[in-house]
């Protein structure tokens, strides 16, 4: 017992030791792999919300969480785009570097719709709830529409 415990804390040890090293020296290609795990997450709560305000699938109290799920996600997006990270197959526009005012009130706008669709998620009427989701829907487009190339 005692050693298997000695086992967990050295892996833990060296796990932290690793990670702390790695936020010193983020990569340029993993800084681009982690923004697409975020965007990505973005995608998943956007999917499954969609489908709950569509009544697709039963809400019991899961549309409120994937909002928030929205709202966490969201609040990362001003960390996610460090410069000289459009590097592989990223399809960051030099935009979001060169019109860094512009790119800041998209990121803001995104933050400003994802909080309204928590509350309206929270407390509002279906009418409500579908006017704060497509407003979201349109602020990832915004964004996407000037900083991000498109694939085809
Ligand atoms: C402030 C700008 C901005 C906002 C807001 C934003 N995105 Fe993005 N998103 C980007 C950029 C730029 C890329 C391209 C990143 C890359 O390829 O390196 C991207 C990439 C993506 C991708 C990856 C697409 C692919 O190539 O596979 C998905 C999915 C995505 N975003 C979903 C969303 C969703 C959903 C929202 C809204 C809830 C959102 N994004 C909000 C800028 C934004």
């Given at each position: 017992?005692?050693?298997?415990?000695?086992?967990?804390?050295?892996?833990?040890t060296?796990?932290?030791?690793?990670?702390?090293?790695?936020?010193?020296?983020?990569?340029?290609?993993?800084?681009?792999?982690?923004?697409?795990?975020?965007?990505?997450s973005l995608?998943?709560?956007?999917?499954?919300?969609?489908?709950?305000?569509?009544?697709l699938?039963?809400d019991?109290?899961?549309?409120?969480?994937?909002?928030?799920?929205?709202?966490?996600?969201?609040?990362?997006?001003?960390?996610?785009?460090?410069?000289?990270?459009?590097?592989g197959?990223?399809?960051?526009?030099?935009?979001?570097?060169?019109?860094?005012?512009?790119?800041?009130a998209?990121?803001?706008?995104?933050?400003?719709?994802?909080?309204?669709?928590?509350?309206?998620?929270?407390?509002?009427?279906?009418?409500?709830?579908?006017?704060?989701?497509?407003?979201?829907?349109?602020?990832?487009?915004?964004?996407?529409?000037?900083?991000?190339?498109?694939?085809?």
């Amino acid at each position: 017992m005692q050693q298997k415990l000695i086992g967990v804390l050295a892996t833990l040890t060296l796990i932290l030791g690793t990670s702390l090293t790695a936020i010193a020296e983020t990569s340029a290609e993993d800084a681009a792999d982690y923004r697409l795990a975020v965007m990505t997450s973005l995608r998943g709560h956007m999917t499954a919300a969609s489908m709950i305000v569509r009544g697709l699938v039963e809400d019991n109290g899961y549309l409120a969480k994937h909002a928030k799920g929205l709202e966490m996600s969201v609040s990362e997006v001003h960390r996610v785009f460090p410069e000289g990270s459009n590097v592989g197959e990223s399809n960051a526009l030099p935009a979001i570097w060169e019109d860094t005012d512009k790119f800041k009130a998209a990121i803001e706008k995104a933050e400003n719709a994802s909080a309204a669709f928590v509350a309206a998620a929270k407390s509002g009427g279906k009418d409500e709830i579908g006017g704060a989701f497509r407003n979201l829907g349109g602020s990832c487009r915004g964004c996407h529409d000037d900083f991000k190339m498109s694939d085809d």
